[in-house]
């Protein structure tokens, strides 16, 4: 199993500054020594506070790229969209100067899609300076949910495509995400996670176990000590 760091807290509230300024402290350093950076960010309700901290510190946000570790194929206006949650949350204040790079684009079919996506994603500087990730309670992160169709190449590091799209099981619409290739290769890894469910499928994911069955192990198995997990009792 991976030497992750690990930082905790007694809730979400307490979380989300102090992982803001870790996540400034690495963007900051990247931009010193790269001349940019690159921040991947995922959707939910979790990293709601941690992107409006963020969003207000005073990092050189014209030389930070932003995109997402997977995404719904919906519209941008969809509520249930991670682009919409991006820029209504986090591209705000001094941080609507960071430039961004959205997955889908339900213009397109599927096919065109895939290749646009693609092609963003090859186009910004890697790799990422730092990847965000959440979990669900069922061991996914990003899209990478137990028993999707097409799970075994997106969790696969060497796999052919930055990003693939993905179809879960009970899931209301189809997806695209990052592969293993794009996350795992990130020079650092975050993964937040608050409230006693989430942290006892943490538990239950640094156990022995196939790695479909609960995807997160695939971060857990393969970011060595870049992960630092950052977690909190309640939400």
Do not use: C
Request: charged letters at 20%.
């Amino acid at each position: 199993m991976t030497s992750f760091s690990r930082r905790d807290f007694s809730d979400g509230a307490k979380l989300a500054p102090a992982f803001a300024k870790w996540t400034a402290e690495k963007l900051t350093a990247a931009i010193a020594a790269r001349g940019a950076a690159l921040l991947v960010v995922s959707g939910g309700t979790t990293p709601q506070r941690y992107f409006q901290a963020l969003s207000a510190l005073p990092i050189d946000w014209s030389r930070v790229a932003v995109t997402l570790a997977d995404e719904r194929r919906v519209t941008e206006d969809s509520p249930r969209s991670n682009a919409r949650l991006v820029r209504e949350t986090l591209l705000q204040g001094p941080a609507a100067a960071a430039s961004f790079a959205p997955l889908a684009d339900s213009r397109l079919d599927g096919d065109q899609e895939l290749a646009a996506a693609n092609a963003r994603i090859a186009a910004l500087p890697k790799p990422a300076d730092l990847v965000v990730l959440g979990m669900g309670e069922d061991g996914h992160t990003a899209s990478w949910f137990p028993g999707a169709e097409g799970l075994a190449d997106a969790i696969n590091p060497a796999a052919r495509s930055l990003v693939m799209p993905i179809s879960a099981p009970g899931a209301p619409e189809p997806r695209l995400t990052l592969t293993a290739r794009a996350i795992l290769r990130a020079r650092a890894i975050a993964l937040q996670i608050e409230g006693p469910a989430k942290l006892a499928t943490l538990d239950k994911a640094l156990a022995d176990g196939p790695t479909e069955a609960m995807p997160i192990r695939a971060v857990l198995r393969g970011a060595s000590d870049r992960l630092t997990i950052f977690a909190a009792a309640s939400s």
